[in-house]
């Protein structure tokens, strides 16, 4: 029974996705950490059950309104959870913020530092002093009127929009216009007004091609078209718009992407002149703070703002006091490198988390559940302990702190484990141990048990000789100062060093224009798409094999149902409710919106015919259904759909949905995708492959099999570069490149760059130390 002082959180029948009807009781005042293969149930249980049921609670709490949404969405399937205290989740797979967000915003370091410098800022003598609004580029009363707050400008020039100057304007010399009839309009507008449309570009005179490409004017003149065309034209009024004006109105109104990106060819930004790229009003930069301006101080690197603060005296003492405070967490968790000004689209998911978290310390709530998706993600294993004390102080303060993750080190210190499994999907979904750490070494089932307990040292693999060599740079670029690195080819490299140290600008230099380089795939983390129209069947292209397989079917042919019939994103086949989405859009006041299953489908996609179409007792959207290992089994006997699913179990994704959504799949698990569709490509000649840290999201017995499939490629040829954070892998390399020694300005040099055994006795490197814990 529960008391208000029972000290669990009591999870019973959880059955969301694949869990079990789990039944399990995790200590509130504990780091408890959830483990388990990729697929097994972990996020299931810790956000999808835990978490959902606190926001559902607190939804309910908030706004009885509530309850229609919370009914269309459906609660979380679970019988019943007591002791469950508010949670507040810091979650990798997100949306991506807004461009104005940056270090400073998500932090709130930017209110205090605009606070200090309205408060105790020297202003200029006779100044008013300023209010903190007028220090914030997103205000009206900060934004510097030039830029409107976005310190850049843009600009077009002569060269951009006349790439060819050879060519007329007839022949097509102004690239930047539209094509068809708007593009012919504008020719017929400037032969009516009088200029030569038939001389190369280059022969005009200058104050004619300033006057064409960045005239402001508008002049309107009757055209007398001459057409190709026979059909008779009547004379029109045509009003003329400079290139210019076209570009930039296209830019900032057009509601096409595909419009808005090909204006941007015709753009090229520069620094605000006039407030240098700072954003702010001339009488905001021209108050200061210890001889330095407001952007001076969000521009510089977060561990020296925290010492410059540290000198203040007198006033500002409480003010900088509190910055300092609110700055040491972000510094302990590694970040120091950032600073406040740095926009956040440019920082990875796991810094972003990090920062998130390094703001709730200071938060002061307690009494929460804090529920975290793999924070190590992206951190050295010098890093990860600055972590685990972080983990620790959040507990401290009388929070509960549920963690997914997959790094031993971390599932080491946990106060308390709870292992899912034992394997994916639907073979697993059950917990097999909650309680201490050192008593799942008794747990025969569990993968995880395999990798904490067993340190019987790998089978020590031939070192591979390069084929040749990749030289990259002189690189200067953030933090690294003309850094020359060389790449052995036909050999499987690591690039170490600890977060901030420069390895993805470094790797971010390879190119398929480098000597050496034949074939460059980068298979980072990005997804695979941005809508729940695609997804793993489309990306892979196996969805059109299987839309083949029922449109060749007895039934459909009957029907006359074409293979456009099996479609869900166009007309004919899908549900037109939901346009084939499967949900639709559920919008309520003061609440972020959110999506409910479309009420005619239910989720399918699909309209009622289209669904009475089988093959093998199956429909089209029971097939998209089905994981990738059923759907192995299911369409085993032909060849075309086998192989793409075969790759997919092969890099461990056999748990996913053929249907899963691109929205709902993470970074990892898109890294995967990409890797598995370039598996199943013929490939020809020698390929270079780039992987951003492939062992994000994945357990220890995953790894292993995403490392046979790497090295498989580099047997048949290839080359491989991963950046790594994970000392196993990096200890089965043939080649490491270790930067460092630190993060920011005190990293962007190779420390270390040779087989692993050597890497890991170099002075000096932040790696060294824990690749030699695992070669030894
Ligand atoms: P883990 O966190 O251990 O990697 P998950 O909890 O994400 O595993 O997934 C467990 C199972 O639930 C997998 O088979 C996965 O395909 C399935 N699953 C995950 N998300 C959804 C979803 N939104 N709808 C249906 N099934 C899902
Ligand atoms: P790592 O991959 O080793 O974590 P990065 O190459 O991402 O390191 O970063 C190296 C340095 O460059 C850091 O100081 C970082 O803040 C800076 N940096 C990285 N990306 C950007 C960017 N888009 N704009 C400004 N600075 C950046
Ligand atoms: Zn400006
Ligand atoms: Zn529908």
């Known amino acids: 029974?529960?008391?208000?002082?029972?000290?669990?959180?009591?999870?019973?029948?959880?059955r969301e996705h694949n869990l079990k009807g789990v039944d399990v009781d995790i200590p509130r005042d504990v780091v408890a950490v959830f483990t388990g293969v990729s697929g097994s149930g972990k996020s299931s249980l810790?956000?999808?059950?835990?978490?959902?049921?606190?926001?559902?609670?607190?939804?309910?709490?908030?706004?009885?309104?509530?309850?229609?949404?919370?009914?269309?969405?459906?609660?979380?399937?679970?019988?019943?959870?007591?002791?469950?205290?508010?949670?507040?989740?810091?979650?990798?797979?997100?949306?991506?913020?807004?461009?104005r967000s940056s270090v400073g915003t998500?932090?709130?370091?930017?209110?205090?530092?605009?606070?200090?410098?309205?408060?105790?800022?020297?202003?200029?003598?006779?100044?008013?002093?300023?209010?903190?609004?007028?220090?914030s580029p997103n205000t009206a009363a900060g934004a510097c009127p030039e830029c409107h707050g976005l310190g850049q400008v843009h600009r077009t020039t002569e060269e951009l929009l006349v790439p060819d100057p050879s060519l007329s304007i007839r022949e097509g010399a102004i690239a930047a216009w539209p094509g068809a009839w708007q593009g012919k309009n504008l020719r017929d507008i400037l032969d009516a007004l009088g200029y030569d449309v038939d001389l190369p570009w280059r022969e005009?005179?200058?104050?004619?091609?300033?006057?064409?490409?960045?005239?402001?004017?508008?002049?309107?003149?009757?055209?007398?078209?001459?057409?190709?065309?026979?059909?008779?034209?009547?004379?029109?009024?045509?009003t003329y718009m400079s290139a210019r004006r076209y570009v930039m109105k296209t830019f900032s109104?057009?509601?096409?992407?595909?419009?808005?990106?090909?204006?941007?060819?015709?753009?090229a930004s520069a620094p605000c002149p006039a407030c240098g790229g700072s954003r702010l009003r001339p009488e905001a930069l021209a108050v200061t703070f210890a001889g330095r301006t407001i952007a001076d101080l969000a521009a510089l690197p977060l561990a020296a703002l925290a010492e410059t603060l540290e000198g203040a005296t007198g006033t500002a003492r409480v003010l900088t006091e509190d910055l300092t405070a609110r700055i040491a967490p972000?510094?302990?968790?590694?970040?120091?490198?950032?600073?406040?000004?740095?926009?956040t689209p440019t920082l990875s998911a796991g810094e972003l988390q990090r920062l998130r978290l390094a703001t709730q310390l200071v938060s002061g709530l307690f009494g929460v559940v804090y529920v975290l998706d793999e924070p190590s993600a992206g951190l050295h294993p010098a890093d990860t302990e600055a972590l685990l004390t972080v983990l620790q102080r959040l507990k401290a303060a009388g929070n509960s702190v549920f963690v997914v993750e997959h790094h031993l080190e971390v599932m080491r210190a946990a106060d308390w484990l709870v292992d899912v499994g034992p394997r994916a999907g639907e073979h697993g979904g059950r917990v097999l141990h909650s309680g201490p750490v050192a008593e799942l070494a008794g747990v025969e089932e569990s993968a995880t048990a395999r990798f904490l307990f067993d340190r019987s040292p790998d089978t020590v693999r031939q070192v591979r000789t390069p084929s040749g060599e990749l030289s990259v740079g002189p690189v200067t670029r953030h933090n690294l100062r003309e850094v020359t690195a060389r790449f052995p080819l036909g050999v499987f490299t690591a690039v170490t060093g600890v977060s901030g140290s420069g390895k993805s600008t470094l790797i971010g230099e390879i190119t398929e224009e480098l000597p050496g380089v034949e074939r460059l795939v980068a298979v980072d983390q990005k997804p695979i798409g941005r809508?729940?129209?695609?997804?793993?069947?489309?990306?892979?292209?196996?969805?059109?094999?299987?839309r083949k397989v029922f449109a060749a079917t007895d039934e459909a042919r009957e029907r006359g149902y074409g293979v456009g019939r099996f479609s869900f994103n166009v007309s004919g086949g899908r549900c037109e409710t939901c346009q084939g989405e499967g949900f639709v859009s559920v919008e309520l006041?003061?609440?972020?919106?959110?999506?409910?299953?479309?009420?005619?489908?239910?989720?399918?996609?699909?309209?009622?015919?289209?669904?009475?179409?089988?093959?093998?007792?199956?429909?089209?959207?029971?097939?998209?259904?089905?994981?990738?290992?059923?759907?192995?089994?299911?369409?085993?006997?032909?060849?075309?759909?086998?192989?793409?699913?075969?790759?997919?179990?092969?890099?461990?994704?056999?748990?996913?949905?053929?249907?899963?959504?691109?929205?709902?799949?993470?970074?990892?698990?898109?890294?995967?995708?990409?890797?598995?569709?370039?598996?199943?490509?013929?490939r020809r000649g020698s390929t270079l492959y780039l992987l951003d840290e492939p062992t994000t999201g994945l357990h220890p017995a995953d790894v292993e099999v995403l490392m046979r499939q790497l090295h498989g490629l580099v047997d048949a040829g290839h080359t491989v570069i991963v950046v790594e954070h994970d000392m196993s892998v990096v200890a089965g390399a043939d080649w490491v490149i270790d930067l460092g020694p630190g993060g920011g300005d005190a990293g962007g040099r190779i420390v270390a760059a040779g087989p692993p055994a050597e890497v890991a006795r170099a002075s000096g490197s932040a790696t060294a130390p824990y690749l030699r814990a695992v070669l030894d």
Not at 210 to 237: C, D, G, K, M, S
């Open 1 to 14: 029974m529960h008391s208000p002082h029972d000290p669990y959180v009591r999870v019973r029948g959880a």
């Open 330 to 343: 972000v510094l302990e968790l590694g970040l120091g490198y950032l600073s406040l000004d740095r926009a």
């Open 531 to 546: 809508t729940p129209r695609s997804n793993l069947a489309t990306y892979t292209g196996l969805f059109d094999v299987v």
């Open 204 to 238: 005009l005179p200058a104050e004619q091609r300033e006057w064409i490409l960045f005239t402001n004017e508008q002049p309107v003149v009757t055209v007398h078209p001459v057409r190709e065309a026979q059909r008779i034209q009547r004379p029109y009024q045509g």
């Open 46 to 99: 810790a956000f999808g059950t835990v978490y959902a049921e606190a926001q559902r609670r607190y939804f309910e709490s908030v706004a009885p309104y509530a309850r229609r949404l919370i009914h269309q969405v459906g609660a979380p399937k679970v019988g019943e959870i007591t002791g469950l205290p508010p949670a507040v989740s810091l979650q990798q797979r997100r949306s991506t913020p807004t461009s």
């Open 106 to 135: 998500v932090t709130n370091l930017s209110n205090s530092l605009r606070m200090l410098f309205s408060r105790a800022g020297d202003h200029p003598p006779g100044a008013a002093r300023l209010d903190s609004d007028a220090f």
């Open 589 to 682: 006041l003061f609440l972020p919106s959110t999506y409910a299953p479309c009420p005619d489908c239910g989720g399918a996609r699909y309209n009622p015919d289209t669904l009475e179409v089988t093959y093998r007792g199956r429909n089209i959207a029971q097939v998209l259904d089905l994981t990738v290992e059923a759907a192995a089994d299911f369409f085993a006997d032909t060849p075309a759909i086998a192989r793409s699913l075969g790759t997919l179990l092969d890099v461990g994704l056999g748990y996913l949905r053929l249907g899963q959504p691109a929205t709902e799949l993470s970074g990892g698990e898109a890294q995967r995708i990409k890797l598995a569709s370039e598996l199943q490509r013929g």
């Open 253 to 267: 109104d057009s509601k096409s992407p595909t419009l808005r990106a090909k204006a941007e060819r015709f753009l």
